[in-house]
């Protein structure tokens, strides 16, 4: 079956610095990645994804590289804020539209 | 646009209770989707849709059961519920085509006693 794989589970970062997110996921004909941010008692909220087609994107100082070879893709974090403090999801589109979301990685921000 | 509604919001049931959970979007999306979290856990997929009429199964599909009679709506049953099915349910819908980017209703506290 499907399996979606996200580390690390915890990253604490010194505010400033950066941070990075990794998700290696099974499907190799999975087409659509994106990331989530979840803040406590919300709903997770798209804040980047890629396209097969495309190995990096960025918006501001956040940023989505693709390896396909490798079936994996990561999350970067430059400059992190305290307001970045919340847990990240991956959730990779297979090739059967069904959505496994990574267990999820929670990022503290320290002051 | 609504987008995607969530009811109940806030349920309590008792062991062995029944209950529909309503997910509705008014954005004409295609797929559909039903998570549930747990707390301080990930979200794992129960059931979804490719499109009207359609349901398939996710991760995690058995005590549930769902419907998609109409495009804008889709159902999740408990027919008899447990107390391990006490968590958050979010319903999730994407547009289609080149649209991919999942929507989510703001979720349903469910309680099992």
């Known amino acids: 079956g499907e399996n979606v794989e996200q580390h690390p589970s915890t990253l604490s970062v010194q505010e400033g610095d950066s941070a990075v997110i990794k998700c290696t996921y099974s499907d190799s004909a999975s087409n659509y990645f994106p990331w989530y941010k979840q803040e406590l008692g919300k709903r997770p909220q798209l804040i980047i994804d890629i396209r097969s087609n495309v190995g990096e994107k960025k918006d501001q100082r956040i940023a989505v590289t693709l390896n396909k070879t490798a079936k994996h893709f990561s999350l970067h974090i430059t400059e992190t804020q305290p307001e970045d403090s919340a847990v990240y999801f991956c959730a990779p589109r297979n090739r059967d539209d069904k959505i496994i979301f990574g267990k999820g990685t929670r990022l503290h921000i320290l002051p | 646009n609504a987008g995607v509604t969530q009811t109940p919001k806030f349920r309590v049931l008792k062991t062995g209770q029944s209950m529909t959970l309503l997910c509705a979007q008014d954005?004409?999306?295609?797929?559909m989707y039903w998570y549930r979290q747990d707390p301080g856990m990930g979200l794992r997929l129960i059931h979804y849709s490719v499109g009207e009429g359609t349901t398939a199964k996710g991760e995690v599909p058995d005590g549930y059961n769902v419907s998609r009679l109409k495009k804008q709506n889709f159902l999740l049953g408990l027919e008899s519920a447990a107390p391990s099915q006490t968590s958050v349910y979010f319903c999730?819908?994407?547009?289609?085509?080149?649209?991919?980017?999942?929507?989510f209703g703001p979720g349903t506290r469910l309680l099992v006693l």
């Open positions: 999730a819908s994407i547009p289609g085509g080149l649209q991919e980017t999942q929507y």
């Open positions: 954005m004409n999306h295609e797929y």
